[in-house]
């Protein structure tokens, strides 16, 4: 369920930042994107959790060795992270936090930081983030 998220996050950053990204599942990392990873390649990850939900914390925990292997190949990670989430830091570049909360509600507050990280990229690369070229609405009012 946090696939859909790193979607939108990616569709953010190209949308407003002009920044290709994709999104991915944890899991299927290693089927092609590990190739890419190099010192230049910052990868942002979603790894929160619900530490009361067993299926959660087990998900987080296969995220947190994706993590270390992206590290060990020189990649940059910023990962979106569960607040008091204290092993993380150790293994990441940098990290935002969002408040615990029950797993099905994470994908609420994980969409918040991604969107405000495209915002400030591409306010960085000079970029209108009120006019972003060659968008068109999907809908449109007759």
Do not use: F
Request: charged share 25%; proline share 8%; with cysteine.
């Amino acid at each position: 369920m946090h696939y859909p998220i790193a979607l939108e996050g990616a569709l953010k950053l190209k949308e407003i930042s002009y920044i290709h990204a994709e999104g991915y599942p944890a899991g299927e990392m290693k089927h092609g994107p590990n190739a890419l990873i190099d010192e230049s390649l910052p990868v942002v990850c979603i790894a929160t959790k619900d530490p009361d939900d067993p299926a959660s914390v087990l998900k987080y925990e296969k995220t947190l060795s994706n993590i270390q292997e992206v590290t060990a190949r020189a990649g940059r990670v910023i990962a979106i992270a569960t607040e008091g989430d204290d092993e993380i830091s150790s293994l990441v570049e940098h990290t935002l936090y969002i408040p615990r909360a029950p797993e099905l509600l994470l994908p609420i507050l994980e969409v918040v930081p991604l969107q405000l990280l495209a915002y400030h990229i591409a306010v960085r690369r000079g970029c209108d983030v009120d006019q972003p070229r060659n968008l068109a609405k999907s809908v449109t009012v007759e």
